[in-house]
């Protein structure tokens, strides 16, 4: 007979009469100052009993409400900051973010981090044969990894920016194509994807390296500075080529987003309107953010 597994398991430690050590601790330290304050205290009775009864409820709330877990929640959710724009220090302190270069996020820990675009394909029209080979290939890729990395799965808006671009092009140069056709079909598809909120999903790998030997300060007047300064961008393009050709193995298109791609992809998470494709263009494109630039231009 089958049984349920619980997907959520808690383990407490029992430390006496049934409380853990953090109850026990809790309970011992206000139930003990709740009783010296109601009976060797100079307090009226009355105010001594109150007192006394609120350091039992705040004892109780500790110890088996875990308030004080909600207290450190709740100071940490006054901390964070609120209305984030992207291009700002508080965007940049919370997602960890030290600069963009060399088609790679470089984090204040020193992890270098590369994105991988994968196209999404519709698997249920594809052969048999095709199916068991982009499993067998992908399967064959995550055992082969010995390095982490991150799948990514987003929900968008339909993006029919490409496919109506290539369609006008065609009626453009088709002599007997009808451009007043094509602006009505355009606009219905518009219409429709709009109303209907038709979405697309987008699948990203997120491929991270952490730097052991990051360069410091007093590096600097070091020989071989350069090449120590490189070795970690050509460590992570390594990682990533090894991960397209098992995409590629797969059946899969993918590409690797530059510098500009990683910008508009991190943007896109604070800005529904900023367009997922590197090569588009955004309000970020003009945008002044006091001299402090998170993008690097890749020379």
Known sequence: MAYDIPQELKYKEIFAYGMTIRQFVYVAVFGVAAVVIFSHSGLPKEIGALIGLT???IAVLLGFFEFDKRIIEFIA?????????FLSKDAAKFLGIKYIRDSAIVLSDKTFVGVIRVEAINFSILSKEQKNAIIYNFMNFLNSLDFRIQVIMRTVTLDMHDYLSNLEKKVSDNPDGSIAEYYSFKGFLETYVEENKVTDRVFYIVVPLRDEHPVGFKDIFKPGLLKKSTLAFRELDERMVVVQEWIAKSLLESR?????GIFTFLASFFDSSVNLDPESTSLFTTHDNGGENVLEKEA
């Open 256 to 260: 690797r987003l530059d510098s500009w």
């Open 55 to 57: 350091l039992i409820g």
């Open 77 to 85: 959710f006054m901390r964070t900051p609120k209305n984030v724009t």
